[in-house]
């Protein structure tokens, strides 16, 4: 049997600059304590697959900014899956709990919502 599913974000880096199907839960909101643009939506178990066709990446748990959903038509609810398209990219890791992680100024890889799945 072939393994499909690889399980590290870091595996994101192979689809860098490329168009995903995402398929994931909203689990959390958080507030940013002073900038509204920053409030941010918790994604968890994620299934990330190449279009047109590709192996499936299974991740634990993504961030991605409100305002993002807001841009592609409407901001999901608490507990709902939802399906979209995005873009995968990478940043630096500046801020945050990445100084005390030890992993600040690394190169880590996230989804940018681009529009909502049809189905």
């Known amino acids: ?4 599913v690889i399980r590290r974000r870091d595996d994101l880096r192979l689809l860098e600059g490329s168009l995903v199907e995402v398929s994931g839960r909203v689990k959390e909101f958080r507030k940013h304590e002073r900038r509204r643009d920053l409030d941010t939506i918790l994604l968890v178990n994620l299934i990330v ?33 939802i399906k979209f398209l995005g873009e995968v990219y990478s940043y630096r890791r500046l801020g945050g709990k990445s100084i005390d992680r030890g992993i600040f100024n690394t190169t880590d890889y996230g989804v940018k919502p681009v529009a909502y799945n049809a189905d």
């Open 1 to 4: 049997m072939r393994d499909t």
């Open 49 to 81: 697959t190449p279009t047109p066709i590709g192996e499936s990446v299974f991740l634990s748990h993504l961030w991605f900014l409100r305002r993002e959903f807001k841009k592609i038509g409407r901001v999901p609810e608490q507990g709902e899956r």
